[in-house]
C-alpha cells in the first residue's frame, strides 16, 4: 500500500495538550494509572491502532517505537544534538524491567504494563527481547508536501543541502528503513520520498531503521518538489541502474574515479523498488550509474545495492578511509 498523508509536521507544532475525558478515551493514560495489565485497555488500543494504520498515526501525529535500542538512540539524538525532548511522550516498560537511568527524566510519562499487553503492542510473540515500546510524537524533521499546505514549508528542512537519498517507490518496509538507517550511517543530509513509497513510521521500518527516520530530515513529495530543490542546490541527479537491463540509456559504471569526479559537489542518488525498478520519470531526468559485478548477477536487493551507493558517494567530509 503506498503512503498517501495529509500532514505537514513544522517546527512550531505542539500536538495539544490532552484533557481527561480524552485521556479516558485512550489518547493517553489519565495521569493517576502507574501500570497497564488489560489488552483491552483504551490506551493499548490506541497504540495498537498506532501501530496498524497510517492514517491513525499521522491524525494522532504520533507513532510507536518498540525495543530499548531504537529508543535510546532518538533519546540520544534529540536530547543531545537537538537538545530537545518534546518528542518523547509515554515510556512502557514491562512489570519486571528496571528503567533505563538516562531515560528516567526524559519521558512525561512512564506506565508499568505486562507481558501480555507489551506483546499486543508491540506486535510480538514473545518479550524476552523487548522490555520497553514508546509512544512518541512525529517529529519536525518530517514534512509530507503532497498536500498545498506544506509546500512552501519543507525547504527549511535543508538550509544546505550536499547529499539527498530519493526513494522512488519503495514499499517494502524493511527495505526502505535499511536504506534511512544506512544514509544517516553515512552522513547524507536527508531523504526524499516520491510516490508510492511505504509510510517511514510504519512499525516495520521504523524496526528497520532502528529508529532513523525520528533523527533524519524526510520529506514526502513529488518531481515538481524535487526539480526544486534540484535547483535551488544544483544538485546533479543521479540513479542507480542495472547495467545489463536492456534500457536504451547506457548507465555509468560506478567506481572510485566515478567517485572522485562527485565527493564535493552536490548530488542526489535515486533509487527504484526492487519489483518495478526506477520510474520512466526518474530514468530520463537521472543520469544511470550500475555497480560493477562479477558471476552474471544483474542486479541485488534495493538496500544491498543502495547501501553500496551511498557509501561510495558520501561527501568527502564524512569519509572515515
Request: proline content about 6%.
Amino acid at each position: 500500500m503506498s503512503f498517501v498523508g495529509k500532514l505537514c509536521i513544522r517546527t512550531s507544532f505542539n500536538p495539544p495538550l490532552i484533557t481527561q475525558p480524552e485521556a479516558v478515551q485512550g489518547r493517553r493514560p489519565p495521569a493517576h494509572i502507574e501500570s497497564i495489565s488489560s489488552t483491552t485497555n483504551p490506551f493499548v488500543k490506541h497504540c495498537l491502532k498506532l501501530r496498524k494504520s497510517s492514517k491513525y498515526r499521522y491524525s494522532s501525529a504520533s507513532a510507536i517505537v518498540v525495543g530499548l535500542t531504537p529508543i535510546r538512540e532518538i533519546f540520544t539524538f534529540h536530547g543531545i544534538k537537538n537538545k530537545e525532548r518534546d518528542i518523547l511522550d509515554c515510556l512502557l516498560l514491562l512489570d519486571d524491567a528496571g528503567i533505563p537511568t538516562e531515560l528516567v527524566e526524559a519521558f512525561d510519562r512512564l506506565v508499568n504494563v505486562s507481558a501480555g499487553v507489551m506483546r499486543k503492542i508491540a506486535g510480538v510473540q514473545s518479550t524476552e527481547s523487548t522490555k520497553a515500546a514508546a509512544l512518541l510524537r512525529i517529529p519536525a524533521s518530517f514534512c509530507d508536501i503532497h498536500n498545498n499546505e506544506g509546500s512552501s514549508d519543507f525547504q527549511r528542512l535543508f538550509p544546505t543541502l550536499n547529499r539527498l537519498l530519493v526513494l522512488d517507490g519503495i514499499q517494502d518496509p524493511g527495505n526502505l528503513g535499511t536504506l534511512l538507517r544506512t544514509a544517516m550511517a553515512f552522513g547524507w543530509d536527508g531523504v526524499f520520498l516520491l510516490p508510492g513509497c511505504c509510510d517511514p513510521f510504519n512499525d516495520k521500518a521504523i524496526r528497520a531503521s532502528r529508529g532513523s527516520c525520528f533523527q533524519i530530515p524526510i520529506v514526502s513529495g513529488d518531481w515538481v518538489h524535487l526539480e526544486s530543490l534540484k535547483s535551488r542546490f544544483k544538485m546533479k541527479m543521479l540513479a542507480g541502474h542495472p547495467e545489463n537491463s536492456g534500457y536504451e540509456k547506457t548507465s555509468v559504471s560506478l567506481s572510485p574515479e566515478f567517485k572522485f569526479v562527485w565527493e564535493d559537489k552536490p548530488l542526489a542518488l535515486v533509487v527504484g523498488s526492487e519489483g518495478h525498478g526506477l520510474s520512466e520519470e526518474s530514468k530520463t531526468v537521472c543520469e544511470l550509474i550500475s555497480i560493477p559485478m562479477a558471476g552474471g548477477y544483474e542486479s541485488l536487493n534495493v538496500s544491498v545495492a543502495g547501501g553500496i551507493f551511498l557509501f561510495m558517494l558520501q561527501a568527502r567530509k564524512h569519509r572515515t578511509y
